[in-house]
């Protein structure tokens, strides 16, 4: 019988975060076995490990292929499902460096100990950004009925990429973000004929701090909790637009309106164009 077990990430409190699902051998699953696991579950992602590639690289015993699944269909990357699994690993096989063959691509990851459990940081795919369409940025506006003086205009809109496309809008007030009650299928049909695994929604709330939200219609939730493809797509997309020092360490909060706070640690270092995203995890009981 398949183990699933139930983490959640950036988030030290099982009640917060985003909750992932987490099979460590899925040796025995084709594709309908794991859409079934992770529709069972229900949330967002569900990540399942089988054996890695020919010559992927990583300390043996520490390298392996994953496979990520919403509730209604596979997903190139997922940030939070990574955090999730490993950590999983790491409270088996101890902390250390990870990598994992993602459909994305490599993703390294490092496991460490801190405060009493554990903190996993991703290292992202190559990124990229580029502009959105002005009618595709009406119909996103449209469906979450937002007039076009609620963005922020030093957000400008811009789909950006690190492991999967999101659309980043940028939110003038903390009250425009938190006012969240969106067209679903509107709003889902455009994020599939653009390729989009979320609609990032930004508000800057200092420096190097921001509060986001994440309509996921396509994995067939409203929203997702604690989104680390897109902090990393993100950080990708505040380093371009010039937001942010090319060195820097960004603060993601997520989750306080839907009663399940998290923190995503985005690190953007001069000459690496990849992004980093760390944050802790937990086991759910």
């Given at each position: 019988m398949t183990e699933v077990l139930r983490y959640t990430a950036f988030s030290t409190d099982p009640?917060?975060?985003n909750s992932a699902g987490v099979v460590l051998d899925a040796s025995g699953l084709d594709e309908a076995g794991m859409l079934r696991i992770a529709a069972g579950l229900?949330?967002?992602?569900?990540?399942?490990?089988?054996?890695?590639?020919?010559?992927?690289?990583?300390?043996?015993?520490?390298a392996f292929t994953v496979r990520y699944f919403s509730p209604k269909a596979e997903v190139p990357f997922c940030g939070h499902a990574t955090v999730a699994t490993a950590v999983a690993l790491a409270e088996r096989i101890g902390p250390g460096e990870l990598v994992f063959a993602t459909p994305a691509g490599t993703v390294p990851v490092s496991v460490t100990a801190a405060d009493g459990g554990?903190?996993?940081?991703?290292t992202s795919v190559e990124?990229?950004?580029e502009e959105a369409g002005p009618a595709d940025l009406a119909e996103a506006l449209a469906a979450l009925d937002w007039p076009e003086s609620d963005l922020d205009p030093g957000?400008?809109?811009r789909i950006a990429y690190a492991g999967a496309r999101h659309l980043v809008l940028g939110a003038a007030t903390r009250a425009r973000l938190a006012d969240l009650a969106y067209d679903f299928p509107r709003l889902e049909a455009l994020m599939r004929r653009l390729d989009l695994t979320t609609v990032q929604l930004v508000h800057r709330t200092g420096p190097a701090l921001f509060d986001v939200r994440d309509p996921f219609p396509v994995g067939g939730v409203v929203?997702?909790?604690?989104?680390?493809?897109a902090a990393a797509a993100f950080g990708a997309y505040a380093r371009e637009?010039?937001?942010?020092?090319?060195?820097?360490?960004?603060?993601?909060?997520?989750?306080?309106?839907?009663?399940r706070p998290g923190v995503l640690t985005v690190e953007l270092r001069e000459g690496d164009t990849r992004v980093r995203v760390g944050g802790s995890a937990v086991r759910i009981a």
């Amino acid at each position: 019988m398949t183990e699933v077990l139930r983490y959640t990430a950036f988030s030290t409190d099982p009640a917060g975060g985003n909750s992932a699902g987490v099979v460590l051998d899925a040796s025995g699953l084709d594709e309908a076995g794991m859409l079934r696991i992770a529709a069972g579950l229900g949330y967002s992602e569900t990540a399942f490990l089988t054996a890695p590639p020919e010559g992927l690289g990583g300390a043996e015993g520490r390298a392996f292929t994953v496979r990520y699944f919403s509730p209604k269909a596979e997903v190139p990357f997922c940030g939070h499902a990574t955090v999730a699994t490993a950590v999983a690993l790491a409270e088996r096989i101890g902390p250390g460096e990870l990598v994992f063959a993602t459909p994305a691509g490599t993703v390294p990851v490092s496991v460490t100990a801190a405060d009493g459990g554990l903190r996993a940081v991703l290292t992202s795919v190559e990124p990229y950004v580029e502009e959105a369409g002005p009618a595709d940025l009406a119909e996103a506006l449209a469906a979450l009925d937002w007039p076009e003086s609620d963005l922020d205009p030093g957000i400008p809109p811009r789909i950006a990429y690190a492991g999967a496309r999101h659309l980043v809008l940028g939110a003038a007030t903390r009250a425009r973000l938190a006012d969240l009650a969106y067209d679903f299928p509107r709003l889902e049909a455009l994020m599939r004929r653009l390729d989009l695994t979320t609609v990032q929604l930004v508000h800057r709330t200092g420096p190097a701090l921001f509060d986001v939200r994440d309509p996921f219609p396509v994995g067939g939730v409203v929203e997702d909790p604690a989104t680390g493809a897109a902090a990393a797509a993100f950080g990708a997309y505040a380093r371009e637009l010039g937001l942010v020092p090319a060195d820097a360490v960004l603060t993601l909060r997520q989750g306080q309106d839907m009663g399940r706070p998290g923190v995503l640690t985005v690190e953007l270092r001069e000459g690496d164009t990849r992004v980093r995203v760390g944050g802790s995890a937990v086991r759910i009981a």
